[in-house]
């Protein structure tokens, strides 16, 4: 058979036949085969233009599996050759998280989502991030796709610990400075390839707004916080108009004040000042992070749309608020259960973890019985002392429950995250501790009863995905309202005082997993892990959602 055609994809390799299915004639598929057919003495290869002289005659038996394997990575090289041609016919997205773990991993489902709906996706980490991820998931691990291309910029810091996460207020002081004109130059290069349509970036990323705007490109403000946290950064000014903040003195963090309750605040009933992000806990009216905070969520009404890893039955209420600031508000999560609707085992190879995953961990959890581990992970970006450390060991070690413990290597700062001998001895029958693990994949699987976690908003939507109760100890930012939101609007969880102590852990843990209130979290939890999986399905809100951010925003030209 004599092929003319460019493009063409192997589509089944058996011992007997290597079939190709050539493609884009005319941007039309067509159905052409041709094959490598077997006969008694030798291998006719009848296909001629793409291929070298050397491929067009007859195989010999002594050298036709070394003719046919160069034979496949010619085709395989091509039809890399061709997928990029093929590539260019499709609507180029870019999409840029703010460079900490917790806001990569939800812009990277938001991507692959992209991508099955047939978006060219170029991805861009910092610099540091870049180099980072290359060392957890190996050389190769950011050669992506023909059309999901990963790039970088820079962050405008200095070289600092390869596998500590950067300082966070050093970050908000020297992104929006130093990357909108390499951000610039990158959409610039990528325009001369394949044009961009859209841009979309972390909600605390709107520097790129200038450059959508220089452009001329729709960007999409992409929240990785829960509803409630974003609109409670959206009040931080009228905080400042009323008096409330800056505080005093330090002495208010303690002394009661921030039991004060707000009645003006819309869709957040009976918030209190402590459920408020934690920034606001601040004398000086010049803090970096309280003002960075501030002025990113007043970007929300510049953005062509925003988008919220949540779905409408659980934050409906504070929701609304956010639409009034931005009518074109969706929310399409929860984006890992979304990912479910993704069938492309190439774009599952993609990774975004900046640590390397032990997933000896679910080894370990198939010995255990339904419903019996705890499971603790505080997140990407926690820290504590090394006696907050130990007072949660003894806490886990004294309710004789079985865990399994992640403790990031940076997580006690310059200290090494290490328990003492007798811990180990105590606890090495029901224990697992490791450095990083795959936690959608763990609080999925069915030994897990209960999670011990910061309250990031990404563990958080994971925890009520799985149908997982949660003992909160919030660390920082809107940490503290998902903490809040956990405990009393959707009734799934506990709060652990900040000045931890061995005894209230032990409480806490023994009363979530035996205890009657714990069985009120499980059953709560049970309730939204359906609500959520009726919002990702086919004709669920997120689902419906998604689809018309696609086609009424991301494809539409400014």
């Given at each position: 058979?004599?092929i003319?055609?460019?493009?063409?994809?192997?589509?089944?390799?058996?011992c007997?036949?290597?079939?190709l299915?050539?493609?884009?004639?005319?941007?039309k598929?067509?159905?052409?085969?041709?094959?490598?057919?077997?006969?008694n003495?030798?291998?006719?290869i009848p296909?001629?233009s793409?291929?070298?002289?050397?491929y067009r005659?007859?195989?010999?038996p002594s050298?036709?599996?070394?003719?046919?394997?160069?034979?496949?990575?010619?085709?395989e090289h091509?039809?890399r050759?061709?997928d990029?041609?093929a590539?260019?016919e499709?609507?180029?997205?870019?999409?840029?998280?703010?460079?900490?773990?917790g806001h990569?991993?939800?812009?990277?489902?938001l991507?692959?989502?992209?991508?099955?709906?047939g978006f060219?996706?170029?991805?861009?980490n910092?610099?540091?991030?870049?180099?980072r991820?290359?060392?957890?998931?190996g050389?190769?691990?950011l050669?992506?796709?023909?059309?999901?291309?990963?790039?970088s910029?820079p962050?405008?810091?200095?070289?600092?610990?390869?596998?500590?996460?950067?300082?966070?207020p050093?970050?908000?002081?020297s992104v929006?400075?130093?990357?909108?004109?390499?951000?610039c130059?990158l959409?610039?290069?990528?325009?001369?390839v394949?044009p961009?349509?859209c841009?979309?970036?972390d909600?605390?990323m709107?520097f790129?707004l200038?450059?959508?705007?220089r452009?001329?490109?729709p960007?999409?403000?992409?929240?990785?916080?829960?509803?409630?946290?974003?609109?409670?950064?959206?009040?931080?000014?009228?905080?400042?108009?009323?008096?409330?903040?800056p505080l005093?003195d330090m002495?208010?963090?303690?002394?009661?004040?921030?039991?004060t309750?707000?009645?003006w605040v819309?869709g957040m009933?009976?918030?209190?000042?402590?459920?408020?992000?934690s920034?606001?806990r601040?004398?000086d009216?010049?803090?970096?992070?309280?003002n960075?905070?501030?002025?990113?969520?007043e970007?929300?009404?510049r953005?062509?749309?925003?988008?919220?890893?949540?779905f409408?039955?659980?934050?409906?209420?504070?929701?609304?608020p956010?639409?009034?600031?931005?009518p074109r508000t969706?929310?399409?999560?929860?984006?890992?259960l979304?990912?479910?609707?993704v069938?492309?085992?190439?774009?599952k190879?993609?990774?975004?973890?900046l640590?390397?995953?032990?997933?000896?961990?679910?080894?370990?959890?198939?010995?255990k019985?339904p419903?019996s581990?705890?499971?603790?992970?505080?997140?990407?970006?926690?820290?504590?002392?090394?006696?907050q450390?130990?007072?949660?060991?003894w806490?886990?070690a004294?309710?004789k429950?079985?865990?399994?413990?992640?403790?990031?290597p940076d997580?006690?700062g310059?200290?090494?995250?290490?328990?003492p001998?007798e811990?180990?001895?105590?606890t090495?029958e029901?224990?697992?501790?490791?450095?990083w693990c795959?936690?959608?994949?763990?609080?999925?699987h069915?030994?897990?009863?209960?999670?011990?976690?910061?309250?990031?908003w990404?563990?958080?939507?994971?925890?009520?995905s799985?149908?997982?109760?949660v003992?909160?100890?919030?660390?920082?930012?809107?940490?503290?309202?998902?903490?809040?939101?956990?405990?009393?609007?959707?009734?799934?969880?506990?709060?652990?005082d900040?000045?931890?102590k061995?005894?209230?852990?032990?409480?806490?843990v023994?009363?979530m997993?035996?205890?009657?209130?714990?069985?009120?979290?499980?059953?709560?939890?049970s309730?939204?892990?359906?609500?959520?999986?009726e919002a990702?399905?086919?004709?669920g809100?997120s689902?419906l959602?998604f689809d018309?951010l696609v086609?009424?925003?991301l494809?539409?030209?400014?």
């Amino acid at each position: 058979m004599f092929i003319s055609l460019l493009c063409f994809n192997i589509i089944n390799n058996s011992c007997d036949l290597t079939y190709l299915t050539w493609l884009l004639l005319n941007n039309k598929y067509v159905n052409s085969k041709i094959k490598i057919c077997k006969t008694n003495a030798s291998f006719t290869i009848p296909f001629c233009s793409l291929l070298s002289n050397k491929y067009r005659q007859p195989l010999f038996p002594s050298t036709q599996l070394n003719n046919i394997t160069l034979a496949t990575r010619e085709l395989e090289h091509t039809k890399r050759q061709m997928d990029t041609i093929a590539a260019m016919e499709k609507p180029h997205a870019i999409c840029i998280p703010y460079p900490a773990q917790g806001h990569i991993n939800p812009m990277m489902k938001l991507a692959k989502l992209l991508h099955f709906k047939g978006f060219h996706i170029s991805f861009v980490n910092t610099h540091y991030n870049h180099k980072r991820l290359l060392r957890s998931r190996g050389p190769s691990s950011l050669d992506g796709l023909s059309d999901f291309c990963f790039h970088s910029i820079p962050d405008g810091l200095p070289p600092s610990d390869a596998e500590a996460t950067q300082s966070i207020p050093d970050l908000c002081e020297s992104v929006p400075k130093h990357s909108l004109e390499p951000f610039c130059e990158l959409i610039n290069k990528l325009n001369c390839v394949l044009p961009v349509c859209c841009i979309i970036s972390d909600g605390c990323m709107s520097f790129t707004l200038e450059a959508a705007n220089r452009f001329g490109l729709p960007e999409v403000l992409f929240w990785t916080t829960s509803a409630c946290g974003l609109l409670a950064y959206t009040h931080y000014r009228e905080l400042v108009g009323k008096e409330y903040i800056p505080l005093k003195d330090m002495s208010y963090v303690t002394n009661g004040y921030l039991e004060t309750t707000l009645d003006w605040v819309p869709g957040m009933k009976n918030i209190k000042l402590r459920d408020f992000p934690s920034f606001i806990r601040t004398t000086d009216i010049n803090d970096i992070m309280f003002n960075y905070l501030m002025t990113e969520a007043e970007t929300l009404p510049r953005g062509s749309a925003v988008v919220l890893n949540t779905f409408d039955a659980l934050e409906q209420d504070s929701v609304n608020p956010i639409c009034t600031m931005n009518p074109r508000t969706f929310t399409i999560g929860p984006l890992h259960l979304m990912q479910e609707h993704v069938h492309d085992e190439r774009l599952k190879q993609i990774g975004s973890n900046l640590w390397k995953e032990d997933v000896s961990c679910i080894n370990w959890l198939d010995t255990k019985d339904p419903g019996s581990v705890v499971f603790v992970n505080f997140g990407s970006i926690t820290v504590m002392s090394k006696e907050q450390l130990t007072e949660f060991g003894w806490g886990l070690a004294n309710s004789k429950k079985d865990f399994l413990w992640v403790t990031r290597p940076d997580i006690v700062g310059d200290n090494e995250a290490m328990m003492p001998p007798e811990f180990v001895d105590e606890t090495k029958e029901r224990a697992m501790m490791t450095s990083w693990c795959p936690q959608e994949q763990v609080l999925k699987h069915p030994a897990i009863g209960g999670f011990l976690t910061h309250s990031g908003w990404n563990s958080t939507i994971e925890s009520i995905s799985s149908g997982v109760p949660v003992i909160c100890w919030p660390f920082f930012a809107e940490q503290q309202t998902n903490c809040r939101y956990s405990c009393v609007e959707w009734g799934i969880g506990m709060e652990i005082d900040t000045d931890v102590k061995r005894e209230e852990v032990e409480a806490q843990v023994r009363e979530m997993m035996d205890g009657k209130k714990g069985k009120m979290m499980k059953s709560k939890a049970s309730e939204w892990k359906t609500k959520a999986e009726e919002a990702v399905a086919i004709g669920g809100s997120s689902y419906l959602n998604f689809d018309k951010l696609v086609s009424e925003v991301l494809l539409i030209r400014k």
